[in-house]
C-alpha cells in the first residue's frame, strides 16, 4: 500500500484529505506544520505528500524545499493543496519542485486527476 | 410524473436529439426539467409537457439541452490524447507531408474542454507543425455549451479536471476565480451547432473525428446509422475515437478496430472495396470479387 503524508494545520482538511485518500487506497500519515513533516520524513519518505501552504512554524514552500534536499527527498510526489490560487503561487511551487496543485476548496475528483496525473494511481 | 408525460418527453427527446431514455429514467427527466419548469414560472412537469405540446419552440430546445449530458473534462480519460500525440499525428505528419493539413472534429464538444484538450496536444507539436494548415471543428447540438466553449471560460473546479497544472499556467489566464484559455489555443477551434441525426456531410472530410462518449446514449439504430455517416466524412487512413465505454464492434462493419490501440478505429477497407465494387460495371464486378 502507498503511503501518504497530509501536512495541513486544519485538522477538518486533514480528515476530509484521509478519508478520500484512504479510498484511493493510501496509508495515510497526518502533520500539522512542516517542521513535524520534515521530522517524518526524515525517518522514512512517503509515496506521496499533499502539502498545504501557509501553516504556522514553517510553511510549505519551505517544507519543499527541505524535502527536496533529503537524501531521496526528490522521489515523493508533492501535491500541493491550498487557498494560494494566483499563477504566482502556482509557478513558485512549481519552480520549488512541486509535482501538482490543487487549489482549495477540493474534492474527490480533483484529488483523484491530480494523483493520476502524477502516477500515483 | 405521469407515464403520459414520461413517454411524451422520452418521444421528443429520441426525435429532436437522439437521446435514447429507459423506462426507468423518470427520476432523471425530473431532476433535470424541474428546475427548468420553475424557471419558466411553472408548477410542475405535467405544466411544462403542456406547454411543449401547444408548441413552445424555446422550451422544447431548452428541454433537449438540459437532458443531453454535458458531463465533460480536460483530457477526459487521458489514453485518447496520449494515442493523438503518440500514434495518430506522427502517422499523419507523415501521410499529410505533401498537402500539410490537418482536419479535427470533435463531434458532441460540449464546454470545449476536449477541442481545447486536443488543440492543447497540437500546441506542443507547433515545431513540427510549421507551416500546416490545422483545423478543429467542435460541434455541438446546444448553442447553450458551445457559447460557453467559445467563451472559453472554466471554474477553478473545471480547470483542476484532468488538465495538468503545468498546461493551466502555460495556457489560460486568471480573471479573479475563473480561468481562461489563451487567445492562441481558442483561436484554432471553430464551433458549429450541429445535431448528429442530421446531414452533416457540409463539414467535409476529417482526418480525426473524435464522437466520445455521445453514442452510448443512442439506440443500436441510430447507432448505426451514425457510424455509416461518420464513416463518410472521414480520409480513407483517417481515424475515428470513440470513448472508453463504446465500440464499434457488433454494430457496423463501416470501422475496423486500429491495431493495438483501444478506442481508435479506422474505416474498413473491405468495406470501401465493396461499395466501389457495388459502383462498378457488372463484368468488372466478378474481376473484383475475385
Partial sequence: MRTCLVVDDSSVIRKVARRILEGLDFQIVEAEDGEKAL???????????LLDWNMPVMDGYE???????LPGGDQPKVVFCTTENDVAH????????????????????????????VGLI | ???????????????????????DKQYLVESRLLPLARKAGLPGIAELVQKLKNGANALTTEVVEAMTTNETFFFRDKIPFDHLRDTILPAMLQARANRKSLRIWCAASSTGQEPYSIAMCLKEKAQVLAGWRVEIVAT??????????????YSQFEVQRGLPIQLLVKHFTQIG??????PDIRGMV????LNLLQDFSHLGKFDVIFCRNVLIYFDQETKIAIFERLARQLEGDGVLLLGAA????GISDAFRPYPDRRGLYQPNPARALRANAGAMPLGLKVVAAR
Wanted: hydrophobic share 40%.
Fill in chain 1, 63 to 69: 517544507f519543499l524545499g527541505n524535502l527536496r534536499r
Fill in chain 2, 1 to 23: 410524473m405521469n407515464l403520459l408525460d414520461y413517454e411524451f418527453l422520452r418521444k421528443l427527446l429520441k426525435e429532436r436529439s437522439g437521446l435514447d431514455l429507459s423506462a
Fill in chain 2, 177 to 182: 476565480e475563473l480561468w481562461q484559455i489563451n
Fill in chain 2, 190 to 193: 471553430q464551433h458549429r451547432q
Fill in chain 2, 140 to 153: 455541438d447540438l446546444s448553442q447553450e455549451v458551445l457559447e460557453k466553449s467559445k467563451s472559453g471560460i
Fill in chain 2, 246 to 249: 463504446e465500440s464499434v464492434v
Fill in chain 1, 90 to 117: 502556482i509557478a513558485r511551487a512549481l519552480h520549488a519542485g512541486a509535482n501538482e496543485y490543487i487549489m482549495k476548496p477540493f474534492d474527490k475528483d480533483i484529488v483523484t486527476a491530480k494523483f493520476q496525473e
Fill in chain 1, 39 to 49: 521530522d517524518i520524513c526524515k525517518r522514512g519518505l512517503p509515496d506521496a505528500v
